[in-house]
């Protein structure tokens, strides 16, 4: 396998990429958010102390599903620039290479403990970390991605269910 595009990560992908990589936080923001606000409706009928106690458990609530709600936008819109910018992504059989304005990057395959396909392209999670790098799906034609596909189920990177060899997210 020897696969060579450019791909440029526009506004759209970048928030598909933050909702999807951002997708456990957010929920459990919203679970504890959620919890604290029903937890401070019995205080609202309590005395003076009680009633306060609880709008302030009711206003940390609220402020964590607000949280949850607004990460996305707030992740993308601090950006850089760069971010946006066309890279050189090379994959071979050994490593993935990936060159932007800024930086180059190259992982070893081993470097990684799962390929998640999504319907925007590909996240790989390096193993022993809660990061991951991207694969844009745009850039790559048909023929290439199914290869890709191949080659990860090979070495085990693909997710369960996902099929031997099936790159569709």
Known sequence: MHIEFTAARDRQYMIQLARTVTARA????????????????????????????????????????????????????????HMFTPRSYVLTPEKLRVVSQVATHEYRWEAFRVARPVPFGLLLRLAGQDSYGDIP?????????????????????????????????
């Open 26 to 81: 957010r929920r459990s923001l919203v679970v504890m958010g959620v919890f604290l606000m029903v937890a401070s409706l019995p205080g609202l009928a309590g005395e003076a102390w009680a009633v306060l106690a609880s709008l302030l458990v009711f206003l940390v609530g609220f402020s964590l599903v607000m949280i949850a709600v607004r990460l996305v936008g707030s992740l993308v819109g601090r950006m850089p620039e």
């Open 137 to 169: 799906r745009s850039g790559c034609t048909d023929e290439e991605w199914a290869q890709l596909g191949e080659f990860l189920a090979q070495h085990r990177l693909l997710r369960a269910g996902t099929g031997s060899g099936t790159m569709s997210g």
